[in-house]
């Protein structure tokens, strides 16, 4: 489970990453719909890594962490969003 984590952390960090561009270059309104592809992609990530690695051992854990995470990160920057944008 401590190489799962360290690919949990490595794509929160991306997430994170990529929010933190498309909060600042984007306009507001078309910002949520990148945060849509965000998620989308972090998820198809996990499930990349594991297509790869020829196991599902531990998908569900890693997709319900890596979920999680970037929906908190996400909704962290749409309260900015809504808070301080529109």
Same mark, same amino acid.
């Given at each position: 489970?401590?190489?799962a984590?360290?690919q949990?952390? =490595?794509?929160?960090v991306? +997430? =994170?990453?990529t929010?933190? +561009?498309?909060t600042a270059? =984007?306009?507001a309104?078309?910002a949520?719909?990148w945060?849509?592809?965000? /998620?989308?992609?972090?998820?198809?990530? +996990?499930?990349?890594?594991?297509? +790869?690695?020829?196991s599902?051992?531990?998908?569900v854990?890693?997709l319900?962490?890596? =979920?999680?995470?970037?929906?908190v990160? /996400?909704s962290?920057?749409?309260?900015?969003? %809504? /808070?301080?944008? %529109?």
């Amino acid at each position: 489970m401590k190489r799962a984590w360290s690919q949990i952390i =490595a794509i929160w960090v991306a +997430v =994170a990453a990529t929010t933190i +561009v498309v909060t600042a270059a =984007a306009p507001a309104d078309s910002a949520l719909a990148w945060y849509g592809a965000i /998620l989308a992609g972090s998820i198809a990530t +996990v499930s990349m890594i594991h297509l +790869v690695k020829a196991s599902a051992t531990g998908i569900v854990t890693e997709l319900i962490y890596v =979920a999680g995470g970037c929906y908190v990160i /996400l909704s962290i920057a749409s309260g900015y969003l %809504f /808070l301080f944008r %529109f």
